[in-house]
């Protein structure tokens, strides 16, 4: 390597031009991550770059690659630049975990932590068909399209159908007993579905569901996240009360149709806060009604549902639980989740999409800060 003061301070501009690159997984500078093997700048300008992949099956190595290579060429004086990729041993990948998540033996369920600042919403329902996981990815997407740094959680094993609705089929990459999430429309998510092959059954009791959510909440990497959304399985069964006692800070929303019979199931759902001790975020009434080409109103599955819900859980509970929203009965919107771009993204002008934006205002604007929570300090008589 030369060691001319030209050809050094061009290796420093390289240095820097690298630490702008973020991993795409880890969203975090590969300087920073230990992910820079070498940097040398040869005589005619051509720098040759040798990065550390965290596991030989990266799915990222071309993302990364392209990052490199698109920062580095913008450095004045370089001529090309040739990326060498290279893996990281088990002691670096055991530097990279300790460094992101500390030393701890067990891994921790960050959220649940009482400094934590993420809002964690558990989306429920007391039955299936309701629209819960529609609602769920649109509600992560208008989240993410503000500019929130959002994660959702598949918790229902069973029905898993979240990664479709968001549009990937990518597989999470583990690093020793970490997992960084796939990312899509700006979200990271985390499936069951991610860990089975093509669209075998989950046949699983209990004990196995806590402990797959479990995972879910502490061995995945979720980075500094302003909102977890958590699909629930429909009914009041294992996983959300493994919810209550993983993230007892979590809030309820509970999602229903206009029909009394769903909305009965659905005050079920949410009077389980009575026992877990959850606060409710409120209630979303899906397929409000169909608007016709003449501009009038069809209400198929009745009126009134949602309205009923939270007026019976406010009583309940002793504490208001609002109607956060109607959303309209759009083929655009089933459509959308098959395709794998939420509504909100894909027709943004749509009255389910407004509807659901709406929603995801509603609850957001409670600023993300400190207010409420314990700060373990004692007040200090003055002398």
């Known amino acids: 390597m030369s060691t001319t003061g030209n050809t050094t301070t061009t290796e420093q501009a390289v240095h820097a031009a690298l630490a702008t690159v973020d ?60 990326v060498e990729l290279d893996v990281m041993n088990d002691e670096q990948r055991t530097q990279l975990r300790r460094g992101l998540r500390g030393d701890s033996a067990e891994p921790v369920i960050p959220f649940a932590q009482p400094g934590s600042l993420t809002r964690v919403y558990c989306v429920a329902s007391g039955k299936g068909g309701v629209g819960k996981s529609s609602v769920t990815v649109n509600l992560a997407a208008a989240m993410a399209a503000k500019g929130l740094s959002v994660g959702v959680v598949d918790a229902d094993i069973y029905g898993h159908s979240v990664p479709r609705m968001l549009g990937t089929s990518a597989r999470p990459t583990k690093v020793e007993n970490m997992i960084m999430p796939p990312q899509s429309h700006g979200v990271k998510v985390i499936s069951i579905g991610m860990f089975t092959p093509g669209n075998d059954a989950v046949v699983w009791r209990g004990p196995m569901l806590h402990r797959a959510l479990q995972q879910f909440l502490a061995d995945v990497f979720w980075g500094d996240l302003d909102v977890l959304l958590l699909d629930l399985p429909p009914g009041t069964g294992d996983i959300a009360i493994s919810t209550a006692q993983l993230v007892p800070n979590a809030e309820l929303l509970v999602v229903t149709t206009p029909q009394m019979a769903a909305a009965e199931v659905a005050e079920r759902a949410g009077s389980i806060a009575l026992q877990t001790r959850q606060r409710l975020a409120g209630v979303v009434e899906n397929m409000s009604w169909m608007e016709l ?4 109103r069809m209400e198929v599955f009745g009126a009134g549902g949602g309205q009923t819900v939270a007026d019976s859980l406010t009583r309940t509970l002793g504490a208001p639980v609002p109607l956060l929203g109607q959303v309209p009965l759009e083929t655009r919107l089933r459509e959308c989740g098959d395709s794998g771009t939420p509504i909100v993204l894909s027709e943004p002008e749509s009255p389910a999409a407004v509807a659901l934006r709406g929603v995801a205002d509603r609850l957001t604007t409670r600023a993300r800060g400190l207010a409420g929570m314990s700060l373990n300090i004692s007040p200090v008589r003055k002398q």
Request: glycine share 10%; hydrophobic share 40%; with cysteine.
């Open 293 to 296: 080409p003449d501009g009038t």
């Open 23 to 82: 991993d795409p997984e880890i969203h975090r500078p590969i300087t920073e991550l230990g992910m820079v093997k070498s940097v040398v700048v040869l005589a005619d300008g051509r720098a040759q770059i040798g990065v550390y992949l965290t596991v030989a099956g990266c799915p990222m190595r071309d993302t990364i690659t392209k990052r490199v290579t698109a920062a580095v060429s913008a450095v004045e004086g370089i001529t090309g630049v040739d």
